[in-house]
Protein backbone atom coordinates (compact mmCIF):
# COMPACT_ATOMS: atom_id res chain seq x y z
CA UNK A 1 0.00 0.00 0.00
CA UNK A 2 1.41 3.40 -0.54
CA UNK A 3 1.55 6.57 1.67
CA UNK A 4 0.84 10.30 0.00
CA UNK A 5 1.13 13.07 2.44
CA UNK A 6 0.46 16.34 1.07
CA UNK A 7 1.13 19.89 2.29
CA UNK A 8 1.20 18.70 5.68
CA UNK A 9 1.46 21.33 8.55
CA UNK A 10 0.86 20.60 12.23
CA UNK A 11 1.61 23.21 15.57
CA UNK A 12 1.35 23.32 18.94
CA UNK A 13 0.82 26.20 21.55
CA UNK A 14 3.79 27.11 23.24
CA UNK A 15 2.63 29.42 25.61
CA UNK A 16 0.60 32.47 23.73
CA UNK A 17 2.41 31.62 20.33
CA UNK A 18 2.10 28.04 18.03
CA UNK A 19 4.89 26.35 17.63
CA UNK A 20 5.28 24.98 13.46
CA UNK A 21 6.25 21.35 13.84
CA UNK A 22 5.87 20.13 10.67
CA UNK A 23 5.02 22.86 7.18
CA UNK A 24 3.75 22.02 4.05
CA UNK A 25 5.77 18.61 4.45
CA UNK A 26 4.34 16.32 1.48
CA UNK A 27 6.45 12.63 0.18
CA UNK A 28 5.47 9.89 -1.16
CA UNK A 29 5.93 6.16 -0.66
CA UNK A 30 5.35 4.17 -3.54
CA UNK A 31 4.26 0.41 -3.54
CA UNK A 32 6.57 -2.34 -3.29
CA UNK A 33 8.63 -0.48 -0.76
CA UNK A 34 9.14 -2.65 2.52
CA UNK A 35 11.11 -0.24 4.14
CA UNK A 36 11.14 3.46 4.28
CA UNK A 37 12.93 5.23 7.21
CA UNK A 38 12.77 9.24 8.42
CA UNK A 39 15.64 10.11 10.40
CA UNK A 40 16.15 13.45 12.45
CA UNK A 41 17.22 14.79 15.06
CA UNK A 42 15.75 14.46 18.67
CA UNK A 43 13.49 17.51 18.75
CA UNK A 44 12.91 17.42 15.20
CA UNK A 45 9.08 16.56 14.93
CA UNK A 46 9.72 12.68 13.86
CA UNK A 47 7.53 11.35 16.62
CA UNK A 48 4.25 14.01 16.02
CA UNK A 49 5.12 13.13 12.05
CA UNK A 50 4.49 9.26 13.42
CA UNK A 51 1.40 9.99 14.72
CA UNK A 52 0.48 12.37 12.15
CA UNK A 53 0.72 9.61 9.21
CA UNK A 54 -0.75 6.63 11.23
CA UNK A 55 -4.14 8.81 11.88
CA UNK A 56 -3.32 9.11 15.93
CA UNK A 57 -3.33 12.46 15.39
CA UNK A 58 -5.14 14.90 12.61
CA UNK A 59 -2.53 17.75 10.91
CA UNK A 60 -3.54 21.13 11.10
CA UNK A 61 -4.26 21.11 7.15
CA UNK A 62 -3.32 18.65 4.27
CA UNK A 63 -4.06 15.77 3.49
CA UNK A 64 -3.17 12.05 3.41
CA UNK A 65 -3.43 8.86 1.09
CA UNK A 66 -3.22 5.53 1.86
CA UNK A 67 -2.99 3.05 -1.49
CA UNK A 68 -6.15 5.15 -3.32
CA UNK A 69 -8.57 6.14 -0.63
CA UNK A 70 -7.89 9.85 0.76
CA UNK A 71 -8.55 10.34 4.70
CA UNK A 72 -10.80 13.07 3.80
CA UNK A 73 -12.73 10.44 1.74
CA UNK A 74 -14.10 9.07 5.29
CA UNK A 75 -17.32 9.87 6.16
CA UNK A 76 -17.19 9.65 9.53
CA UNK A 77 -14.12 9.55 12.50
CA UNK A 78 -15.45 6.09 13.40
CA UNK A 79 -15.17 5.02 9.59
CA UNK A 80 -11.69 6.19 9.31
CA UNK A 81 -11.21 4.67 12.93
CA UNK A 82 -12.27 1.51 11.28
CA UNK A 83 -9.80 1.75 8.73
CA UNK A 84 -6.52 2.78 10.91
CA UNK A 85 -7.48 -1.09 12.98
CA UNK A 86 -7.54 -2.82 9.95
CA UNK A 87 -4.66 -1.08 8.46
CA UNK A 88 -2.25 0.73 9.93
CA UNK A 89 -0.02 -0.42 13.31
CA UNK A 90 2.67 0.99 15.35
CA UNK A 91 5.77 -0.75 17.19
CA UNK A 92 6.66 1.73 20.14
CA UNK A 93 10.08 2.42 21.42
CA UNK A 94 8.19 1.34 25.13
CA UNK A 95 6.79 -2.05 24.97
CA UNK A 96 3.26 -1.17 26.20
CA UNK A 97 2.77 -4.88 26.97
CA UNK A 98 -0.29 -5.37 29.94
CA UNK A 99 1.91 -6.26 32.83
CA UNK A 100 -0.90 -8.96 34.00
CA UNK A 101 -1.25 -10.61 30.49
CA UNK A 102 1.53 -13.58 29.24
CA UNK A 103 3.04 -13.15 26.11
CA UNK A 104 1.09 -14.75 24.55
CA UNK A 105 -2.04 -13.22 25.89
CA UNK A 106 -0.53 -10.03 24.85
CA UNK A 107 -0.33 -10.73 21.02
CA UNK A 108 -4.04 -12.61 21.02
CA UNK A 109 -6.10 -9.49 22.65
CA UNK A 110 -5.88 -7.26 19.64
CA UNK A 111 -7.22 -10.24 17.75
CA UNK A 112 -9.84 -10.79 20.09
CA UNK A 113 -10.95 -7.30 20.38
CA UNK A 114 -11.60 -6.74 16.72
CA UNK A 115 -13.05 -10.97 16.68
CA UNK A 116 -10.42 -11.66 14.00
CA UNK A 117 -10.54 -15.18 12.46
CA UNK A 118 -8.37 -18.20 14.37
CA UNK A 119 -6.89 -15.31 16.34
CA UNK A 120 -5.46 -17.76 18.94
CA UNK A 121 -3.73 -19.80 16.14
CA UNK A 122 -2.68 -16.26 14.35
CA UNK A 123 -0.90 -15.71 18.16
CA UNK A 124 0.96 -18.98 18.03
CA UNK A 125 2.08 -18.60 14.91
CA UNK A 126 3.40 -15.28 15.21
CA UNK A 127 5.05 -15.88 18.59
CA UNK A 128 7.22 -18.82 17.00
CA UNK A 129 8.02 -16.12 13.46
CA UNK A 130 9.97 -13.53 16.49
CA UNK A 131 11.46 -16.68 17.94
CA UNK A 132 9.75 -17.06 21.05
CA UNK A 133 8.10 -20.24 20.94
CA UNK A 134 9.01 -21.14 24.32
CA UNK A 135 8.43 -17.70 26.10
CA UNK A 136 4.62 -17.66 25.70
CA UNK A 137 3.84 -18.26 29.42
CA UNK A 138 6.36 -15.78 30.27
CA UNK A 139 5.21 -11.95 31.94
CA UNK A 140 6.43 -9.36 30.89
CA UNK A 141 8.31 -8.67 33.65
CA UNK A 142 9.97 -12.26 33.51
CA UNK A 143 10.79 -11.48 29.56
CA UNK A 144 13.94 -9.27 28.21
CA UNK A 145 13.80 -5.91 27.03
CA UNK A 146 14.56 -7.84 23.83
CA UNK A 147 11.88 -10.70 24.19
CA UNK A 148 9.25 -7.93 25.16
CA UNK A 149 9.97 -5.76 22.07
CA UNK A 150 9.68 -9.20 19.77
CA UNK A 151 6.19 -9.60 21.63
CA UNK A 152 4.89 -6.08 20.47
CA UNK A 153 6.49 -6.78 16.87
CA UNK A 154 4.57 -10.47 16.97
CA UNK A 155 1.10 -8.22 18.22
CA UNK A 156 1.53 -5.82 15.50
CA UNK A 157 2.29 -8.69 12.76
CA UNK A 158 -0.18 -10.38 13.79
CA UNK A 159 -3.04 -8.21 12.77
CA UNK A 160 -1.90 -8.37 9.34
CA UNK A 161 -1.62 -5.07 8.80
CA UNK A 162 -0.99 -3.43 5.39
CA UNK A 163 1.25 -0.46 7.48
CA UNK A 164 3.36 -0.31 10.17
CA UNK A 165 5.01 2.55 11.87
CA UNK A 166 8.12 2.11 14.21
CA UNK A 167 9.14 4.70 16.54
CA UNK A 168 12.46 3.94 17.98
CA UNK A 169 11.91 0.32 17.84
CA UNK A 170 15.58 -0.56 19.04
CA UNK A 171 15.89 2.99 21.63
CA UNK A 172 15.54 1.15 24.60
CA UNK A 173 17.62 -2.24 23.54
CA UNK A 174 21.69 -2.67 23.65
CA UNK A 175 23.65 -2.76 20.20
CA UNK A 176 23.66 -6.22 19.61
CA UNK A 177 20.10 -7.02 20.79
CA UNK A 178 18.91 -4.14 18.38
CA UNK A 179 20.65 -5.07 15.78
CA UNK A 180 19.51 -8.92 15.90
CA UNK A 181 15.76 -7.47 16.10
CA UNK A 182 15.78 -5.44 13.18
CA UNK A 183 17.60 -7.47 10.91
CA UNK A 184 14.25 -9.98 12.03
CA UNK A 185 11.61 -7.16 11.40
CA UNK A 186 12.55 -6.51 7.80
CA UNK A 187 12.81 -10.17 7.27
CA UNK A 188 9.13 -9.83 8.50
CA UNK A 189 7.65 -7.07 6.49
CA UNK A 190 9.89 -8.45 3.46
CA UNK A 191 7.80 -11.78 3.62
CA UNK A 192 4.58 -10.72 4.25
CA UNK A 193 4.74 -7.54 1.64
CA UNK A 194 4.44 -5.03 3.88
CA UNK A 195 5.07 -1.48 4.52
CA UNK A 196 7.86 -0.58 7.81
CA UNK A 197 7.76 2.80 8.03
CA UNK A 198 11.07 3.47 10.49
CA UNK A 199 11.52 6.57 12.43
CA UNK A 200 15.15 7.01 14.03
CA UNK A 201 18.04 9.25 14.53
CA UNK A 202 20.47 6.06 13.67
CA UNK A 203 22.01 6.75 10.72
CA UNK A 204 23.33 3.45 10.36
CA UNK A 205 20.29 2.03 10.60
CA UNK A 206 17.98 4.41 8.24
CA UNK A 207 20.75 3.84 5.42
CA UNK A 208 19.66 0.26 5.51
CA UNK A 209 16.19 0.95 4.14
CA UNK A 210 14.79 0.97 0.22
CA UNK A 211 13.71 4.30 0.67
CA UNK A 212 15.06 7.29 3.13
CA UNK A 213 14.36 10.60 4.17
CA UNK A 214 15.35 13.51 6.89
CA UNK A 215 13.17 15.82 8.78
CA UNK A 216 14.40 18.99 8.99
CA UNK A 217 13.03 22.22 10.23
CA UNK A 218 9.55 20.59 9.35
CA UNK A 219 10.12 19.43 6.17
CA UNK A 220 11.05 15.96 4.81
CA UNK A 221 14.13 15.69 2.27
CA UNK A 222 14.81 12.42 0.27
CA UNK A 223 18.45 11.42 1.17
CA UNK A 224 20.01 9.19 -1.92
Known sequence: MRLIAKDI????MQGENPLEVLKNLSFEIEGGT????IIGKSGSGKSTL?????????????????????KSSFSSDQEFENFRK??????????????????????????KILKKD???????KWMDQVGLSERKK??????????????????????????????EPTGN??????????????????????????????????SRANKRFSLEQGQLKVLQ
Not at 34 to 37: G, K, L, R
Not at 139 to 165: K, W
Not at 177 to 202: A, M, P, R
Open 9 to 12: NKSF
Open 34 to 37: NVAS
Open 50 to 70: LSVLSGIMSPDKGELVFGDRA
Open 86 to 111: NNLGIIFQQFHLIESLNALENVLLPL
Open 118 to 124: DALKTAN
Open 138 to 167: HLPYQLSGGEQQRVAIARTMAMNLNIIFAD
Open 173 to 206: LDEETGGQLIDDLFKLVKNENKLLILVTHDKDLA
